[in-house]
T-cell receptor, first 111, second 113 residues
């Protein structure tokens, strides 16, 4: 498969806990993006981290990037029931503008 | 806030029939993408347009799939004939060239019986 890998495939936590999702990709990248998808809906962009960045924050989101390991992680702090969704990483290769999506992590936040 | 529009939202068809999906990107977004998302997986690119030109259709099954964006605005993706394995969500996305964020429509869920 050309897609990257994400783990875990599914994650169930209680409201207020932190959620961490990991992503690995296969080729050299220009940037890595995280998207969220509510059930049966389109994807919504969350955050982008460039290949020369190691960590980025946006509200309750924290993304890290390790280009030597070709991996990234997304941390959602103080989770809420409304965070329940699938989360996908998407890597943009150094050539072209194609995004290659991972297989996603299904996050369930229990109230 | 401007959104990417897609129709229909749901489509049920029988195998060997023809189906078509429509996408209207955000105004001013010259780049348009069609993705296929199988249940439980991430989206996979089918075709990318820059204005009315195809930039990347390397993963489009050209024996049965076709896509066009005649005036560089809205786009149509067609499958003929549909096969059982085509059951999936078909997503359209657009972006402004030079930007990085793709804006996705709500998708068309296709079921082939």
């Amino acid at each position: 498969s050309q897609q990257g890998e994400e783990d875990p495939q599914a994650l169930s936590i209680q409201e207020g806990e932190n959620a961490t999702m990991n992503c690995s990709y296969k080729t050299s990248i220009n940037n890595l993006q995280w998207y969220r998808q509510n059930s049966g809906r389109g994807l919504v962009h969350l955050i982008l981290i460039r290949s020369n960045e190691r960590e980025k924050h946006s509200g309750r989101l924290r993304v890290t990037l390790d280009t030597s390991k070709k991996s990234s992680s997304l941390l959602i702090t103080a989770s809420r029931a409304a965070d329940t969704a699938s989360y996908f990483c998407a890597s943009r290769q150094t050539s072209g503008s194609r995004l290659t999506f991972g297989e996603g992590t299904q996050l369930t936040v229990n109230p | 806030e401007a959104e990417v529009a897609q129709s229909p939202r749901y489509k049920i068809t029988e195998k060997s029939q023809a189906v078509a999906f429509w996408c209207d990107p955000i105004s001013g977004h010259a780049t348009l993408y069609w993705y296929r998302q199988i249940l439980g997986q991430g989206p996979e690119l089918l075709v990318q347009f820059q204005d009315e030109s195809v930039v990347d259709d390397s993963q489009l099954p050209k024996d049965r799939f076709s896509a066009e964006r005649l005036k560089g605005v809205d786009s149509t993706l067609k499958i003929q004939p549909a096969e059982l394995g085509d059951s999936a969500m078909y997503l359209c996305a657009s972006l402004v060239p030079g930007q990085e964020t793709q804006y996705f429509g709500p998708g068309t869920r296709l079921l082939v019986l």
